[in-house]
C-alpha cells in the first residue's frame, strides 16, 4: 500500500477512536457478507447471465423469432 494511503488511513481510523487493523477488518467483513448475499433479480437481469433452470437454446430461438417477425 502506498506510504500516503496508509497515512490517510492511520489518521482517519484514529479520528473514528479505532485502529486501522479494525478498520479493514470491519470492512472486509462487511465486504465479504455483502458478496455473498444473492444478487437482486434487477441486477441479475442486467448482468445478462442465464439462469442453469432456462433452456439457453430455446429462449434464444424464441428471442430470435419474435426479434424477427
Do not use: C, W
Not at 4 to 28: I, K, M, N, P, V
Amino acid at each position: 500500500m502506498p506510504e500516503e494511503d496508509l497515512a490517510f488511513l492511520r489518521a482517519y481510523s484514529d479520528a473514528q477512536g479505532t485502529s486501522a487493523e479494525a478498520f479493514l477488518a470491519r470492512h472486509a467483513h462487511n465486504l465479504r457478507r455483502h458478496l455473498e448475499l444473492p444478487a437482486e433479480d434487477p441486477v441479475k437481469a442486467a448482468t445478462g447471465i442465464v439462469s442453469p433452470s432456462v433452456g439457453a437454446r430455446e429462449a434464444h430461438r424464441e428471442q430470435l423469432d419474435k426479434k424477427h417477425r
